[in-house]
């Protein structure tokens, strides 16, 4: 069997749009099932709820919990952010189960005109993509360090990792 690849992970957050800085330090696996476009977008999508103190990383893969989610007191899941598109009956399903529902993908036009017309009957989801250029740059990257720079804006997403820098538009699509 075998292991999942361990980062150690700093990531200097400057969130423009929620007037929050911050630096995020810990562990992390790409687990071996796991696709390093998901790991990264996973990242990215911590990144952009790390302003809330509650914000959780799924790091092991749990079935029964998103990616990436936001908890009340209570420890009820209030935001659930997936890194990735979902078929329709389970984001159907999802969107019953949480207060927010948000996808974060990598361009892809057909799925998203496979799902749009439907989407109108759930009001509590949100779907941002990013271009496939930055997800591909940044997985490549991974392999040199995971002590990145990132600035997140209303529309753009930045990020360094002290060898490179990329960008690209945060689309929401919904």
Known sequence: ???????KARLNVADLYHHANHQEVFTTALQKAE?????????????ALSYEQSAHLNSTQ?????????????GYITVALYACPL?????????????????????????????KERLSYVENISIFE??????DSL?????RSLHWDIVIEQNHISVSD????YETHALKLI
């Open 62 to 74: 749990e079935k029964q919990k998103p990616d990436v989610w936001l908890e009340d007191e209570q």
């Open 87 to 115: 078929e329709l009956d389970e984001i159907t399903r999802l969107a019953k189960q949480f207060q927010k529902l948000v996808l974060l993908i990598k361009e892809d036009p057909q799925w998203f005109e496979t799902v």
């Open 130 to 135: 990013l271009e496939s250029n930055f997800v």
């Open 35 to 47: 696709t390093l476009e998901h790991f990264v977008l996973k990242l990215l999508g911590y990144c």
């Open 1 to 7: 069997m075998a292991k999942p690849f361990v980062f």
């Open 162 to 165: 002290k060898h490179e820098y």
């Open 139 to 143: 997985s490549s990257a991974l392999s």
